[in-house]
């Protein structure tokens, strides 16, 4: 069986090639991926397969009936992309200017519609069903997944799998983790505001940029002397915005950043940790301030049985010359959420681009990736779908 599923998604490399360039050369950020929501759902529909658009707003479920009873399994792939102008000089280069898939999302689109396909060529010999989730919105929050789960994506379903194609790591390598693999990513805005006044009367104003700075240093403490060293967190002020002539002090000043964390008390302690150091640094200087927490994604928790299953999977597949545990990645992923519901396991495939040493990467204007790595994915993700019927 793997021997048909992998000589088969071979044979497709080039269509998975043409289609990510497409989208690459097309790309739609968060919540206004409709032309990318109605080709995925023009693919499904030209290739006969049951398929839903408008799920959960632009999201598109198809899905595929093996001839033979077994189990529900739904594989995710996202398709957004990110207000970033592309700098690569490359034929595929985005047209749209300001726009950019600067985080593999083409490459993930193109590698389940063609495993899709494939899926659906062998299912007179497949167990089960498979249900395959195009999600819109992963890199906004509150993101895509939770409103599709919401509009029924996952029923029915008794196990998902997911990949990122992580162009920091070299192809062929697949990087798993059991548990927490990716943190909770919050977002916060504080806005100071003090008293302006001319720049060499400093006595007679209350400066804003200088409790804005002074917080800036005071929130690292909470990583650094409030959180239990055995846990990770990240404090990140992003933006400091502030802007007046030379000679003026400040009135106002905003800082807007973001927190990352896996444990949930953790999470509520240093947002109340948060309100109470803005508070005594804005009083010291006798300002005030608005203080806005905004929650993001959970964090992503592999499940353990899922998690073992993927790896044996993987050794399975020919490209794969490297199966290592992934460190906890600081990044955020709304993959969380289907794990929320059910059992499953997200992982990392390899797709560093041959003789880059450059490192660019994810989110940087000059991301790419590399494209074999795309077959190794679709190998891992359908090697694992297949299997999964033979678990108990």
């Not at 991926?33 to 959960?56: M, R, S």
């Not at 895509?144 to 029923?155: R, S, V």
């Not at 353990?304 to 790896?311: D, G, P, Q």
Request: aromatic share 8%; hydrophobic share 35%; glycine share 8%.
């Amino acid at each position: 069986m793997n021997n048909q599923l992998y000589s088969k998604l071979e044979g497709y490399y080039d269509e998975m090639v043409s289609i990510r360039r497409f989208m690459h050369q097309h790309p739609e950020l968060s919540f206004q991926e409709h032309n990318t929501a109605q080709f995925i759902k023009a693919y499904y529909e030209k290739l006969g397969i049951e398929v839903k658009g408008n799920v959960g707003g632009n999201g598109v479920v198809a899905k595929v009936y093996g001839k033979k009873p077994g189990k529900t399994v739904a594989l995710r792939a996202d398709f957004d992309a990110l207000p970033i102008q592309d700098e690569k000089d490359v034929p595929y280069k985005s047209l749209v200017p300001g726009v950019m898939h600067a985080c593999g999302h083409d490459g993930h689109t193109a590698t389940l519609l063609v495993l899709a396909k494939v899926l659906d060529e062998m299912k007179d010999e497949l167990e089960g069903n498979y249900v395959l989730i195009h999600q819109h919105a992963e890199e906004f929050a509150p993101g895509g997944a939770i409103t599709m789960i919401e509009d029924g994506c996952l029923e029915g379903v008794d196990v998902i799998f997911g990949t990122h194609l992580w162009a920091s790591e070299p192809t062929g390598t697949i990087q798993y983790r059991t548990g927490p693999i990716m943190a909770a990513a919050d977002r916060f805005e504080i806005d100071i505001q003090g008293k302006g006044g001319h720049g060499a009367q400093p006595h007679k104003t209350k400066d804003a940029i200088v409790t804005a700075s002074q917080l800036v240093l005071n929130l690292q403490q909470i990583v650094s002397r409030k959180v239990n060293p055995v846990e990770s967190a990240v404090i990140t002020v992003g933006t400091f915005m502030s802007e007046n002539a030379f000679n003026v002090i400040a009135d106002k000043a905003k800082l807007v950043g973001t927190v990352r964390t896996f444990n949930d008390d953790v999470r509520q302690y240093i947002e109340e940790e948060m309100d109470r150091i803005i508070k005594g640094t804005c009083y010291l200087s006798d300002s005030t301030y608005n203080f806005l927490y905004e929650r993001g994604y959970p964090a992503v928790v592999n499940h353990a049985k899922e998690t073992e299953f993927l790896v044996t999977s993987a050794k399975e597949v020919p490209e794969v010359l490297t199966i290592e545990e992934s460190e906890p990645q600081m990044g955020g992923e709304d993959f969380a959420y289907y794990l929320k519901k059910i059992p499953g396991t997200f992982f990392f495939t390899g797709a560093k681009p041959p003789g880059d040493d450059s490192g660019y990467p994810h989110h940087h204007p000059k991301f790419d990736i590399d494209e074999t790595a795309m077959l190794i994915a679709a190998k891992t993700l359908g090697t694992a779908a297949i299997r999964i019927h033979q678990e108990d």
